[in-house]
């Protein structure tokens, strides 16, 4: 138990460097991270891989998804990377209770098959969750690609996903790994925090430890913190843990540059190296069944966290804003792209590429119905937006969105009067400001994470 839990005023340590759930932050894209990450789980069929420096969150964001998963998906959660080929089908075989009994590696592959068969006929998804796979040996990779092959006759019997720091990306940049890099569908990356988000994630990790009073951080310890850690919530912690630790032990109640500059001394980090991004080549999502193909390429890949909102003085964006007209997809039609903004001088190139997921295209169709009578002096609670490539981060918000307030308040619409092809999400028609801001407020947490905030309508025209 920390020495200074009593004197700040706390109920449990805030700044623990082990996974905690209930500390989880959903802010700088990890909440929609995870609700994207979730949809891509239960309704894709590749490999997915999430990536991110040492202590940027991977280890938090698989113990979410073992909590958050439905009912009817089993998880099965690998920590050791370095597991032989022979070693991998052993604990697959023994998370699903198949005994081994010296099987050669092609009969316990059976057995596999068959176990996941059953599962498959009694209406469950299996998925696989790999930690620190970017250390598993080239030959356990292979087995992870052959396994992804196990499939009935409709879909595949065994969803894998990958958690790795970004060497994986190395990796399968080599030419004898190409097969595996054409199965990985969806690639999320965990961004490093920005120096907004620091501030946040710290008031959320005190107040979730039952922490009441004034931010005991100053704003000039933030700042230092967030330079330090270079926006590592790993190195967040340590270096907050040790600054209210010297705090304590001075008697001080407030954190400032001289407890994070001890702090610092002591955690001694190494600077991150410089890596050059790595862009997957887009790959085509598709359900079995479904008369849909989505595309979902590059999830969350470095984006920013003010990609969630489009602000200007007035903490709306910039005025004449509008939207795009939507077509939606006819059966046997190929689907053509919702024309731009009439200001926008060039439509981006890869606009005519997009391919958004049926919700996402229901709530186009909400929009274009609502925007067509809408009064220009009512308000709405501009929920979310970002790049129109992010489908998935869009889909799964609208899921999360649509389980947490009325559906068909819920409206999508695309923009680009910014020059880039982008969409919003929106809620509510209200007639006044005071209004939408009353509403905003009796959002859900979950909603509220992404920073809402009140427009007009005029805005959107």
Request: net charge neutral; charged share 20%; hydrophobic share 40%.
């Amino acid at each position: 138990m920390s020495l200074y839990l009593d004197h700040f005023g706390l109920r449990e340590p805030p700044f623990r460097i082990t996974p905690h759930t209930d500390f989880f932050f959903t802010g700088a894209n990890r909440g929609p991270t995870l609700d994207a990450l979730i949809y891509a789980i239960t309704q894709d069929e590749g490999i997915v891989k999430v990536t991110g420096e040492v202590g940027s969150g991977k280890t938090m964001l698989c113990r979410m998804l073992l909590e958050r998963l439905p009912e009817n998906v089993e998880t099965l959660y690998l920590a050791n990377p370095s597991l032989s080929r022979q070693e991998i089908l052993g604990a697959i075989a023994d998370e699903l209770g198949i005994p081994t009994d010296g099987k050669a590696t092609h009969s316990l592959t059976r057995a596999l098959q068959d176990a996941l068969i059953a599962r498959y006929a009694e209406g469950k998804r299996v998925v696989l969750l790999i930690d620190e796979a970017h250390a598993m040996p080239a030959e356990s990779l292979e087995e992870i690609r052959l396994l992804s092959n196990l499939e009935s006759k409709a879909a595949k019997l065994l969803q894998i996903a990958l958690f790795a720091q970004p060497e994986l990306d190395e990796r399968l940049a080599a030419t004898d790994m190409r097969q595996l890099r054409e199965r990985i569908t969806q690639h999320f990356n965990l961004t490093p925090l920005k120096q907004d988000d620091v501030a946040a994630y710290i008031e959320f990790r005190l107040r979730a430890a039952g922490y009441h009073g004034p931010n005991p951080f100053t704003a000039d310890a933030v700042t230092t913190i967030a330079k330090v850690s270079e926006g590592l919530s790993r190195r967040i912690n340590i270096l907050a843990d040790k600054a209210l630790l010297a705090a304590y032990s001075s008697g001080a109640h407030q954190v400032g540059c001289n407890e994070i500059k001890l702090a610092a001394q002591d955690a001694r980090f190494s600077p991150l190296k410089p890596k050059a991004p790595f862009n997957p080549k887009p790959l085509l999502w598709g359900a079995a069944g479904a008369s849909v193909v989505a595309l979902l390429a590059a999830l969350l890949v470095g984006a920013p966290p003010s990609a969630f909102r489009e602000t200007d003085a007035g903490n709306s964006p910039a005025s004449g804003e509008a939207p795009q007209a939507v077509q939606t997809a006819q059966p046997g039609k190929r689907q053509q792209p919702a024309p731009l903004h009439p200001e926008t001088q060039s439509q981006p190139a890869s606009s005519d590429k997009i391919r958004f997921a049926p919700l996402t295209r229901q709530h186009f169709g909400q929009y274009d119905q609502w925007i067509a009578d809408a009064p220009s002096n009512h308000y709405f609670i501009q929920l979310l937006a970002t790049d129109a490539t992010q489908t998935g981060q869009i889909e799964g918000f609208l899921a999360r969105a649509n389980a947490a307030l009325d559906p068909s308040q819920i409206r999508a619409y695309r923009s680009g009067l910014s020059g880039r092809d982008r969409v919003g999400v929106i809620f509510g028609d209200y007639a006044s400001r005071e209004e939408a801001v009353a509403a905003m407020q009796s959002l859900p947490e979950s909603i509220k994470a992404a920073q809402p905030f009140p427009r007009q309508v005029s805005k959107l025209r």
